[in-house]
């Protein structure tokens, strides 16, 4: 007769923690440093970009189409998608 405890259950519940929160971790630098899941970003096209709606800042509120900005001059437009 023995007076230890059996600590098989205990260990192997450790060693399930650890290697769970191993992975965890890989997982985590996998998909904080890399792209692979998220989807490819599409090229906007002239005709897109033409037709956005934009909105003057300021105390005189004016909405225009995009296309009027390079209409007589020339523009350098970036699209940016914010998220939400």
């Known amino acids: 007769i023995s007076f230890l405890p059996d600590f098989g259950i205990f260990t192997m519940g450790m060693w399930s923690v650890g290697l769970g929160a191993i992975g965890a971790a890989v997982t985590g630098i996998v998909l904080a440093n890399t792209d692979i899941f998220l989807s490819k970003p599409e090229k906007a096209t002239l005709e897109f970009l033409e037709e956005i ?32």
């Open 53 to 84: 709606e934009l909105k003057t800042l300021g105390s005189e509120q004016r909405t225009f189409k995009a296309g009027e900005l390079w209409k007589k001059n020339g523009a350098v437009i970036m699209a940016v998608r914010r998220p939400g």
